[in-house]
């Protein structure tokens, strides 16, 4: 089973800030899928294949990464970005797994 | 759209089996694959498994043993049977739908989840 550690656990960000949150595998990944999280709601589909952005998601997002490491980035953060945001694998199945989630504040 | 929509119990007893339901509308089930998920107290998540359009099923190595996906095309409706729960089984439990790409997986729709409580 392949696992993936997400880092930092939390972090909190000002208005405008740029924001990197990490996803490491313990085994090569062709591909890393996000999600995001809003208290009280049920995880969207945030970024898929490592770099698309799911339909309605700013382009102030954006993903990156190959092979273990992985990464999603907010150009400049706003107020409704605040969420919990997790990593998932697919490529290496059964199972497809999810990392711990990254908790995103707003400062 | 796509739209999920889990029910079920929101308590069950340990030992016994929980079992939920997972409506869709705006597409059909006999298309794509249909799986459910489940996210701990402390936001660990979990796939457990999916049904295929064609009915074929995989599961969670981890529950193999305990676990049973469903469906009722006449419904467009999928089931989740999870057998001899325990407290460890306490979750919300999420129904999505499952995109495949020759190689990985993803989910694309999910629905708003329940939340089962495993309890005397």
């Known amino acids: 089973e392949i696992v993936l550690t997400q880092s930092p656990t939390t972090m909190a960000a000002s208005p405008g800030e740029k924001v990197t949150l990490t996803c490491r595998a313990s085994s090569s990944v062709s591909y890393m899928h996000w999600y995001q999280q809003r208290s009280g709601t049920s995880p969207k589909l945030w970024i898929y294949e490592t770099s698309k952005l799911a339909s309605g998601v700013p382009n102030r997002f954006s993903g990156s990464g190959s092979g273990t490491s992985y990464s999603l980035t907010i150009n400049s953060m706003e107020t409704e970005d605040a969420a919990t945001y997790y990593c998932q694998q697919g490529s290496s199945y059964p199972p497809m797994t999810f990392g711990g989630g990254t908790k995103l504040e707003l400062k | 759209e796509v739209q999920l929509q889990e029910s079920g119990p929101g308590l069950v007893k340990p030992s016994q089996s929980l079992s939920l339901t997972c409506s869709v509308t705006g597409y059909s089930i006999t298309s794509n694959y249909w799986g459910w998920i489940r996210k701990f107290p402390g936001n660990k998540m979990e796939w457990m498994g999916y049904?295929?359009?064609?009915?074929?099923?995989s599961y969670n190595p981890s529950l193999k043993s305990r676990i049973s996906i469903t469906r009722d095309t006449s419904k467009n409706q999928f089931f989740l049977q999870l057998n001899s729960v325990t407290t460890e089984d306490t979750a919300t439990y999420y129904c999505a739908r499952l995109v495949f790409r020759r190689v990985y997986w993803y989910f694309d729709f999910w629905g708003p989840g329940t939340m089962v409580t495993v309890s005397s």
């Open positions: 049904i295929s359009y064609s009915g074929s099923t």
